[in-house]
């Protein structure tokens, strides 16, 4: 039964440049959840989606960062024009609806040169 | 608003030194309290699910334990592949009656 997978794990790009992070959920899963985790800080919540809804996106900045859930296809959390403050791991996690554990994936490193 | 404080920030054991970790809460209504495991450069990975005050949960040298303001993580006689960091978070029944709310977790090194 295959976890959360997340790719890329390891992402590097200019300042101006955009990010694509993709999160598949476990099998049966059809909730997902970003997380941010700087150093020294702990998991920030971004966004949760289910499929083709955007529930609660509550900690995501107002401008640049965007996420979706398609119906068909792994979740996307985007980010426009990246500055070196958003350099930091990203993780996806997702649950099922009938239980409350999130079940992590093993997060997407972005650098921002 | 959820919050949660982890203590101590970093813990040295030694092999076989028996511990507890603290996570202390403040949350509107708890919906559970959360333990994980996170490994250098991995995502976090699930231990517990705590309810209720008085309730606990043992895994291997882990145990779990629950109070109305706070949770404990016994670790017994802990061996040097423990070392990792812990994680604390909780779901409340507020507005956003879904998300975990973390703390800023425990570093623990266990000496051989």
């Known amino acids: 039964n295959a976890g959360v997978m997340q790719n890329p794990r390891h992402l590097v790009r200019r300042r101006g440049q955009e990010a694509r992070l993709r999160c598949s959920p476990m099998?049966?899963?059809?909730?997902v959840y970003w997380y941010r985790q700087l150093p020294e800080e702990g998991l920030k919540f971004m966004v949760y989606l289910q499929k083709e809804n955007i529930i609660d996106e509550s900690g995501m900045p107002k401008e640049r960062f965007s996420a979706e859930f398609p119906k068909e296809g792994p979740s996307i959390l985007r980010i426009q024009q990246v500055v070196r403050g958003d350099s930091a791991a990203y993780f996806c996690?997702?649950?099922?609806?009938?239980?409350?554990?999130?079940?992590f994936g093993e997060g997407s490193r972005l650098t921002v040169l | 608003e959820d919050q949660v404080t982890q203590s101590p920030e970093a813990l040295r054991l030694q092999e076989g030194e028996s511990s507890s970790l603290n996570c202390s809460y403040t949350?509107?209504?708890?919906?559970?309290l959360f333990w994980y495991r996170q490994d250098p450069g991995k995502g976090p990975e699930f231990l517990f699910t705590?309810?209720?005050a008085g309730e606990e949960k043992e895994k291997e040298r882990l145990k779990a334990t629950l109070t109305k303001k706070e949770s404990f993580l016994h670790i017994t006689a802990p061996k040097p592949e423990d070392s990792a960091t812990y994680l604390c978070?909780?779901?409340?029944?507020?507005?956003?009656?879904?998300?975990?709310?973390f703390g800023k977790g425990t570093l623990l090194t266990v000496n051989p």
């Open positions: 978070a909780v779901r409340g029944s507020g507005g956003s009656n879904y998300k975990l709310t």
């Open positions: 705590l309810y209720s």
């Open positions: 099998k049966g899963h059809s909730h």
């Open positions: 996690a997702s649950s099922p609806p009938t239980t409350g554990e999130l079940f």
């Open positions: 949350v509107s209504g708890l919906r559970g």
